[in-house]
């Protein structure tokens, strides 16, 4: 071991060699242990600095930090590894499959690499269709099913071969790393991969979306990743499709029947509950007052919106013909009145934009209208029954 870098947070450790990747071109860096005079440290990041030294972090909670000089025995996490090789690989063909189908402008534009995941930016002017996104995976897995050879060779950048992927923006040495996916997807790449396709064993597209305009994400799982991602799915149809009495590929059918059911439910609640109103209006108005020619109903009533209280209202004026409704009801905190004048209570002087005024400011609220209908409330509900029927 050469040195001990530290920053404010963290120590790392520099070596004279290392099979650690250090964090590049999106990939992950590499996790693993530094054994040293029998004690094995843990790395749990390993990058590159400016000057170009690998950095390997130690963990946090690393108490001890070895002399330097002394010899290290490195072994990296190699199930980590092989799984952040299948989703760089993964991006190879993604990349390679983008292009296949929708055209040849599209241009990896970043791109992220672990063993959970790998993110692809690319430059495409609208989003996917469903069908354009299964033809990707299609054409990814096809290829991992073919097992081809994956290939890494190094040249001059202007022998590469050609159709070789390079990036604009991105400075290239003279001596260039190719890297070549069964003779079909060639790309400059630094990064570490499988030795033939089908060790990604599989891939899923997990979603698609737009990160600016002009620019698509797809996050894709390969690998492990991929079949924890499919058994979360089919754990989460298992138990929708046992809530359900319905087996996985019945689930849907199942559904609609139930939404089906739901709908008629619904209409039938509804006729119910006008049926209700209807008989409830009929009872308030049986017991209106007479006062010359006039039929008064004032009541507290129990509705579940304002509109419901309007219509109910109605109801009953139209049932006692001329005359004056006063209804209340307390709906969550706030206390709502409405009245309703008919023409011949209006020309005997009553005003329903008075009452509810009047009744308004008795509930410590506001409210008003015209002379034939008028809304309001106040904040008290408490105080409806004295304030109504007082
Ligand atoms: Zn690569």
Avoid at 325 to 348: M, Q, W, Y
Wanted: hydrophobic share 45%.
């Amino acid at each position: 071991m050469l040195e001990v870098v530290r920053t404010e947070k963290d120590t790392f450790l520099v070596f004279d060699r290392t099979p650690f990747y250090a964090e590049m071109g999106g990939q992950a860096g590499d996790t693993g242990t530094a054994t040293i005079d029998g004690h094995a440290f843990q790395i749990v990041d390993t990058i590159k600095d400016k000057s170009g030294r690998v950095l390997h972090k130690l963990a946090a909670d690393s108490k001890q930090v070895p002399a330097n000089g002394s010899t290290a025995k490195l072994a990296v996490d190699v199930v980590r590894r092989r799984a952040i090789a299948r989703h760089h690989t993964a991006e190879h063909l993604i990349h390679w499959a983008l292009r296949k189908t929708l055209g040849s402008h599209v241009r990896q534009a970043g791109t992220h690499k672990t063993a959970e995941r790998m993110r692809f930016d690319f430059a495409h002017f609208e989003a996917l269709t469903p069908a354009q996104l299964r033809e990707v995976e299609q054409l990814v897995n096809e290829r991992i099913l073919d097992n081809a050879k994956v290939a890494c060779f190094e040249t001059d950048f202007d022998q590469k071969p050609e159709g070789t992927l390079a990036f604009f923006g991105e400075k290239y040495g003279k001596v260039v790393r190719v890297v070549d996916v069964g003779g079909y997807s060639r790309e400059l790449c630094g990064g570490t991969h499988v030795s033939t396709t089908g060790e990604i064993g599989l891939i899923k597209i997990v979603s698609e979306s737009a990160i600016a305009a002009g620019t698509r994400r797809l996050e894709i799982v390969a690998g492990q990743a991929a079949l924890d991602f499919i058994a979360e799915r089919e754990a989460v149809l298992a138990n929708v499709g046992s809530q359900l009495s319905a087996g996985p590929l019945d689930v849907a059918k199942k559904l609609d029947a139930v939404l089906a059911q739901k709908a008629d439910l619904e209409k039938k609640l509804k006729a119910f509950e006008q049926k209700a109103a209807a008989g409830l209006s009929e009872e308030l108005a049986a017991k209106a007052t007479l006062k010359g020619d006039l039929k008064f109903v004032s009541a507290v009533v129990s509705v579940d919106a304002p509109d419901a209280l309007r219509t109910l209202g109605t109801q009953v004026l139209q049932k006692l013909g001329e005359g004056v409704v006063v209804l209340g009801a307390a709906l969550g905190e706030k206390a709502t009145v409405v009245a309703f004048c008919s023409p011949a209570a209006i020309k005997a002087g009553h005003q329903a934009g008075k009452i509810v005024n009047e009744l308004s400011q008795k509930l410590g609220g506001k409210g008003g209208g015209k002379p034939d209908f008028a809304m309001g409330g106040g904040k008290e509900p408490a105080k409806l029954a004295e304030v109504i029927q007082g």
